[in-house]
């Protein structure tokens, strides 16, 4: 029998030569968008130079596409009529880059004579600022610990932490027990109008970020405040590797900090809200009211996790959760991102069904439930990512009927990139769009899930009707399944070369909870949903919501404590990723017959960076971190050998273990080859136990004093770092330290007899301090502790020595650097490691002929020593 013949579709109809042969030809919007991030990328590395020498590219694009317009003309020896539209698509392309680029640093480095980021400095101010709240005000715990591990100098239980001065002697009078203490901050964003410095008024514009002491008085975006405060530039990063939050709040448009002490500082002017506010301030009443709701349904589980998976805002909640999240690989649920917006949106169109029937009223319903669910998460970037990209989709398909995926998420790219530029150098930004992106090309790879019917009489037989359901629902969980891994996949590299961490634990937990993070996230929005109207009605949805966060925090648990389910690695060089992920570019988008040339380029690639990376000669490095009020220095010898001299803060050892961490991540390494505790103060060792979590400990040395069951700092310590299977050894004065065969290390104090313990010596940790003598191609670097005392009067007996670099004692404290010590070492720098609250003018008029460095001001300090012996002393802050 004759088959008929089967109708051609209009791809099929239109000849060969004028379908899209090109990728500009099928998602313009998505190259338009890698044109502007190239641009954005190079003038950040390049400067300004790159987008003039685009604008230069474009010229001549624009004058060879001129002579391919003549179709007879001929030159260098071939036709260029063929090259035309390819000549003027470049210099379009260069053209869109290089105003990118522009645009870029208009936006980042160009401000107005008024803007606030002119007056605030990185030095506190006393100010008043007058103008409106922008924000609800977050209510934040901050961790603080305080201990002591000296039996000498105990206060009572009750007893307040002593001040600390420049003595240094607040880190003597603390209590023995380990106490954790809570600081409660009050944060929102402050628009500023006018700005008062002693008698002088005047106006000002921009946003500041304002930490508040304590819980004040609840604001509400619009309320017309005035501020009594100290006023600064939010620090930069002041350690290696550290992350630069000063950065991360420029680029949200926040160019100053405000902290303020009392809660009474904070004062409402007016009544009076301006009209524009109305409609955020009744979105921030019903977030809170939704809050509420979920603080009383909420009784297993955390309120602030629930509020965070919801809402946003996961800054609030506990440091060892979001670490939890992190090893476990599911820091994403966190975020609120594109899977919440639309299942939001997909919700409220389901609900609306019934009563709306018309497609554009349906697409109304759906941009209105994106619109006030932007304006509920208080435009969290994640979320302004997703409606932008939700809104095009919807009037795309609402207008055309049919979009292209790939063109809406380049479109999305444009118009965040052309809002704000520097969102492109973001984390959050980077993993999203690759996300979105590999779930789309996922999806167009696999296409739907086949169904096969039944062909007799028409019609699908009733029979397997069960059956195809079935088969339908387990490819999609298949495809849901696979999408998962080739995100996992294309994510791992790009989260490893800035954070250090892999999570294989993540991949299985992410496939085994695909299915089941909706139903989470529905039961949650249904809760706040009905909260805002009654919180009785939402305490049946919200008792699964309350079980389900509880039964999800203790998968997360479970897997973060697993010994393999995570590494922490070393972040990998940048350009591995970018190899990588032009690699993966050019063999989906590109014709199967240029893999061949990937392939080749991404060898070649390979081949470049292993030259670049080939292991070099290396000088003498000396870290002095900057922790607060107390001590951590971290040693790298030529050959790559890590020593850490002391390791704490005084009420602050999160912090502590958090920079000492993300320094020897930023050096390239993953373990210590020995760690060495000067005294048993809790400012110079309580971030051991912390740090052991993401770092090997080989060795852990530590005088005789300080070798006390009593001392619970060195207790806790001594068993974290047994627990890696670390060696644990005393040191004293007169041994030597073999690290490196290139560098010499020597313990000049304390001398210990057998028979002596610290109490039949009548003395303090503090003057047992070990004391460490650094040599390295006849330079000498000498590390002191809390040295003061007996152990200070000890050393200077010794024959006096020429000093390169001196670590002050005792954080600078006037008892311990006195001027026998200037002229016994004679140093030509002084490095001193110190609180906010400590000054620096005792040393200066102490070692008068030297530079003195204070990890409190210039952030760390950073001492090299090369072959030819060249000391070299650079700070993290100029």
């Known amino acids: 029998m004759?088959?008929?013949?089967?109708?051609?579709?209009?791809?099929?109809?239109?000849?060969?030569?004028?379908?899209?042969?090109?990728?500009?030809?099928?998602?313009?919007?998505l190259v338009a968008a890698g044109a502007m991030a190239l641009g954005i990328v190079l003038q950040e590395i390049a400067g300004l130079g790159v987008c003039f020498a685009g604008l230069v590219g474009v010229l001549v694009c624009l004058f060879v596409w001129r002579l391919s317009l003549q179709r007879k003309h001929v030159a260098f020896g071939g036709d260029l009529s063929g090259f035309g539209p390819g000549f003027f698509v470049t210099g379009a392309l260069l053209a869109l880059a290089s105003a990118a680029g522009l645009w870029h640093e208009a936006t980042w480095n160009w401000t107005s004579r008024d803007s606030l980021s002119r007056l605030a400095d990185l030095r506190s101010q006393g100010v008043c600022l007058e103008g409106i709240c922008r924000s609800t005000v977050l209510i934040e715990q901050m961790h603080s610990s305080f201990a002591k591990s000296s039996p000498v100098g105990k206060v009572g239980s009750n007893s307040k932490p002593a001040e600390v001065t420049n003595d240094g002697r607040g880190s003597d009078l603390v209590t023995n027990e380990e106490t954790a203490g809570q600081r409660v901050i009050s944060r929102f964003v402050f628009s500023v109008e006018s700005l008062g410095v002693g008698p002088e008024h005047r106006h000002v514009c921009g946003d500041v970020q304002v930490d508040v002491e304590g819980e004040t008085r609840i604001f509400q975006p619009g309320d017309r405040l005035r501020i009594y405060g100290k006023l600064s530039r939010p620090a930069p990063p002041m350690n290696p590797g550290e992350f630069n939050y000063a950065d991360w709040l420029y680029a949200q448009g926040i160019v100053g900090h405000v902290r303020v002490k009392h809660r009474e500082a904070v004062v409402q002017t007016s009544e009076?809200?301006?009209?524009?506010?109305?409609?955020?301030?009744?979105?921030?009443?019903?977030?809170?009211?939704?809050?509420?709701?979920?603080?009383?349904?909420?009784?297993?589980?955390?309120?602030?996790?629930?509020?965070?998976?919801?809402?946003?805002?996961?800054?609030?909640?506990?440091?060892?959760?979001?670490?939890?999240?992190?090893?476990?690989?599911l820091l994403h649920i966190l975020a609120v991102s594109g899977m919440n917006v639309g299942l939001v949106v997909l919700l409220m169109m389901t609900l609306s069904k019934g009563i709306i029937r018309h497609p554009w009223g349906l697409a109304a319903c759906g941009l209105g439930t994106i619109a006030l669910f932007l304006m509920l998460a208080e435009n969290d970037p994640p979320v302004v990512r997703a409606a932008f990209f939700g809104s095009a989709w919807i009037l795309g398909s609402r207008w055309a009927g049919v979009v292209e995926p790939l063109n809406v998420l380049g479109l999305t790219a444009v118009t965040l990139m052309i809002l704000s530029p520097h969102d492109l150098l973001q984390l959050g930004f980077q993993l999203s769009f690759l996300a979105v992106a590999t779930l789309l090309i996922v999806a167009r790879t696999m296409g739907k899930p086949q169904v096969i019917q039944s062909q007799s009489e028409g019609a699908m037989a009733a029979s397997r009707w069960s059956a195809i359901r079935g088969h339908r629902l387990l490819a999609m969980l298949w495809q849901l399944m696979i999408a998962t891994f080739v995100i996992w996949c294309l994510t791992t590299p790009l989260i490893a070369a800035t954070s250090g961490v892999i999570s294989p634990v993540g991949l299985m937990l992410n496939i085994?909870?695909?299915?089941?993070?909706?139903?989470?996230?529905?039961?949650?929005?249904?809760?706040?949903?009905?909260?805002?109207?009654?919180?009785w009605l939402a305490i049946p949805s919200g008792w699964i919501f309350d079980w389900s966060l509880y039964w999800l925090i203790d998968v997360v648990d479970q897997a973060a404590g697993w010994r393999y389910g995570h590494f922490v690695?070393?972040?990998?060089?940048?350009e591995y990723a970018l190899i990588f992920y032009s690699a993966v570019a050019g063999m989906l988008l590109f014709r199967v017959h240029r893999v061949r040339v990937v392939m080749l380029s991404l060898g070649l690639g390979v081949i470049w960076l292993a030259m670049g990376y080939w292991p070099q000669e290396r000088p003498l490095r000396l870290t002095f971190l900057s922790v607060g009020h107390g001590l951590a220095v971290l040693v790298e010898t030529p050959d790559q050998k890590m020593w850490l001299y002391d390791a704490g803060s005084l009420g602050q050892d999160r912090r502590a273990a958090r920079v000492i961490g993300q320094a020897i991540r930023h050096y390239g390494s993953i373990q210590l080859d020995a760690v060495t505790i000067s005294h048993a103060d809790a400012d110079h060792a309580n971030a051991i136990p912390r740090l052991t979590r993401d770092v090997t400990i080989r060795w852990l040395g530590m005088p005789k004093s300080a070798a006390d069951p009593d001392q619970r700092v060195i207790g806790e310590a001594v068993a974290a770092v047994a627990s890696?299977?670390?060696?644990?050894?005393?040191?004293?004065?007169?041994?030597?330290?073999?690290?490196?065969?290139?560098?010499?290390?020597?313990?000049?104090?304390?001398?210990?007899?057998?028979?002596?313990?610290?109490?039949?010596?009548?003395?303090?940790?503090?003057?047992?301090?070990?004391?460490?003598?650094?040599?390295?191609?006849?330079?000498?670097?000498?590390?002191?502790?809390?040295?003061?005392?007996?152990?200070?009067?000890?050393?200077?007996?010794?024959?006096?020595?020429?000093?390169?670099?001196?670590?002050?004692?005792?954080?600078?404290?006037?008892?311990?650097?006195?001027?026998?010590?200037?002229?016994?070492?004679?140093?030509?720098?002084?490095?001193?490691?110190?609180?906010?609250?400590?000054?620096?003018?005792?040393?200066?008029?102490?070692?008068?002929?030297?530079?003195?460095?204070?990890?409190?001001?210039?952030?760390?300090?950073?001492?090299?020593?090369?072959?030819?012996?060249?000391?070299?002393?650079?700070?993290?802050?100029?």
């Open 2 to 29: 004759e088959q008929p013949a089967r109708s051609m579709t209009p791809a099929e109809k239109e000849p060969p030569s004028r379908r899209p042969p090109v990728l500009w030809g099928r998602v313009p919007a």
């Open 272 to 329: 009076k809200i301006p009209m524009s506010w109305m409609l955020r301030r009744w979105m921030s009443w019903l977030r809170q009211r939704g809050e509420r709701s979920l603080e009383r349904v909420i009784v297993r589980s955390s309120p602030e996790l629930a509020s965070s998976i919801l809402l946003g805002g996961r800054q609030r909640l506990d440091a060892d959760l979001r670490e939890s999240f992190v090893r476990s690989g």
């Open 512 to 535: 085994a909870l695909a299915p089941l993070v909706p139903i989470i996230l529905w039961s949650g929005y249904i809760t706040l949903l009905l909260g805002m109207i009654h919180p």
């Open 569 to 574: 690695l070393s972040p990998l060089p940048v």
């Open 724 to 878: 890696q299977g670390g060696v644990i050894r005393l040191v004293k004065g007169g041994q030597k330290f073999c690290l490196s065969p290139d560098v010499e290390i020597e313990f000049l104090w304390p001398l210990f007899k057998k028979e002596e313990t610290l109490l039949s010596r009548k003395t303090t940790d503090n003057s047992e301090s070990l004391v460490a003598r650094i040599t390295y191609q006849n330079r000498v670097i000498l590390l002191t502790g809390d040295l003061e005392g007996e152990g200070l009067v000890h050393l200077l007996e010794k024959s006096p020595e020429k000093i390169d670099v001196l670590l002050a004692p005792h954080h600078g404290g006037k008892r311990s650097n006195v001027a026998a010590l200037n002229h016994w070492a004679r140093p030509q720098h002084v490095i001193s490691s110190q609180g906010p609250g400590d000054v620096t003018t005792g040393l200066e008029q102490t070692f008068v002929d030297s530079k003195i460095w204070a990890t409190s001001k210039q952030g760390a300090i950073v001492v090299e020593i090369d072959r030819a012996g060249v000391v070299t002393v650079r700070s993290q802050l100029p």
